[in-house]
């Protein structure tokens, strides 16, 4: 049998770990923001529409959040047996942050159990509401303390090198490096920005499937002008990455955007490919837009990939993972756009087939433009697994079983996977919103079916 680089697996499973975690971790971070606005709605209107709402979605989110557990327990398990030379020398750095998501995470679960059992038992519906607030503030603390990790091996402070490794260590340092801040700003409004695109694509997929009820217009408005709103957040958020970029990890920003050798005014690359000289073919170039976008001056000198050791180099094909990101949080700006100036215009009809089908796309591609990110983010390191102090290759077991591991973790996630699926589908399937609408509020006239 061929052996297997243990690298290579550990790098591959990790990659299928967080890959497949990472759809759970941006639904923790994104879900509870989103029945808080619609049960505030609901409150403020006295209109049950927003808060059925409300209540189906956090009924499904409860699902997701127990395989989140899962697949976030077999993180902190794979740190320990596929990176043991990295856990050695930065565990001690990194252990209070991981301590303080786990904690987050409790915090989180907790009020979401009282959250879900105390629906109508208060006799002031803010009451119940003001419970969903302690549940954003939970995953919100969680995303913001796993980030503070990954940040530290983006940019590595809070402590002094010996010789037996790291010293003098300053856990909140190092929590509070120069990475932290974007990353932060830049995780919190992409998941924001997901969840409202998914719940957008699940509205207008039942506008399309004819359930024209009054309940799914009004959570298509919702959710995509929230989608908007987070849309604009996270170009803000992904203007202020790349100016980090460009001071505190130049190498990252010249391989995104093949930018070889240093020089002023430099273009912004979109697509293309690179020809035998490493020269792009077949690109858009936007004049000075690279220069623009690294230090806010349409004529500023932008580091080129030429500067750097080759062996430091990241690979070029994160120029993709960086163009699709991009590309998809423009989509999901413009159409989310379009859709509101549609609804503006009495004579127009925003409900059309080709705007919902538009509209069922965002979510999909709200997700994979998390993946691209990710990937992005994790690619554009290389070859560091801490920049400047570790590789890779030097950070990873040199067990041979990690194929196997590979192989029994897939079939884990795939499982995983299936069920929540299923679940999901029979839970709502057999609990129509408009059957669950007229039990519950029974107020509510048969008009509002259109």
């Known amino acids: 049998m061929m052996e297997m680089d243990p690298v290579l697996m550990s790098r591959l499973l990790t990659a299928l770990t967080l890959g497949f975690h990472i759809i759970f971790a941006t639904l923790g971070v994104g879900v509870p923001l989103m029945i808080s606005i619609a049960e505030f709605i609901g409150i403020k209107k006295k209109d049950p529409h927003y808060l059925m709402l409300a209540r189906r979605w956090a009924r499904g989110f409860v699902i997701t959040v127990a395989i989140g557990v899962v697949t976030g327990t077999a993180i902190g398990l794979q740190l320990s047996l596929l990176w043991p030379n990295f856990m050695q020398i930065a565990g001690n750095v990194i252990s209070l942050p991981l301590f303080m998501e786990v904690f987050a995470f409790f915090f989180e679960a907790i009020f979401l159990g009282i959250y879900l059992y105390t629906w109508d038992r208060f006799k002031k519906p803010y009451t119940h509401w003001l419970l969903s607030l302690p549940v954003i503030i939970g995953g919100g603390l969680s995303a913001v303390f796993i980030t503070t990790v990954n940040a530290f091996m983006n940019t590595p402070e809070g402590f002094t090198t010996g010789a037996s490794g790291f010293a003098q260590i300053n856990p909140i340092d190092a929590m509070l490096n120069p990475a932290t801040p974007t990353k932060v700003f830049h995780v919190l409004s992409s998941a924001y920005v997901t969840v409202a695109a998914i719940l957008a694509t699940i509205a207008a997929f039942s506008l399309l499937k004819k359930k024209t009820s009054e309940y799914h217009k009004k959570a298509l408005k919702l959710t995509v002008t929230l989608t908007f709103i987070f849309a604009l957040l996270t170009a803000l958020a992904g203007d202020f990455s790349a100016k980090f970029l460009a001071e505190h990890q130049p190498e990252k920003l010249a391989a995104a955007e093949w930018h070889f ?92 087939k080709w705007m919902l089908r538009l509209l069922v796309l965002t979510g999909p591609l709200a997700m994979l433009a998390i993946e691209f990110g990710w990937i992005f983010a994790e690619e554009g390191r290389q070859p560091w697994i801490l920049r400047g102090y570790m590789t890779v290759e030097e ?56």
């Open 261 to 352: 050798e240093t020089e002023e005014g430099a273009d912004l690359i979109l697509f293309g490919w690179l020809n035998d000289d490493d020269v792009p073919a077949g690109a858009i170039r936007l004049p000075g837009l690279l220069s623009f976008l690294a230090h806010g001056d349409f004529t500023s000198e932008v580091t080129g990939l030429a500067e750097f050791p080759e062996e430091e180099r990241p690979p070029l094909w994160i120029h993709y993972m960086f163009d699709l990101m991009v590309v998809i949080g423009m989509y999901l700006a413009a159409i989310s756009l379009v859709y509101l100036f549609i609804s503006k215009v009495k004579k127009w009809n925003e409900h059309n």
């Open 395 to 450: 950070a990873a077991t040199s067990s041979p079983h990690v194929g196997l591991m590979f192989i029994l973790f897939l079939g884990l996630y795939t499982l995983l996977g299936v069920l929540c699926i299923v679940i999901l589908r029979r839970m709502f399937r057999n609990s129509p919103a408009e059957e669950e609408l007229e039990k519950k509020y029974p107020v509510i006239e048969k008009g509002d079916n259109e």
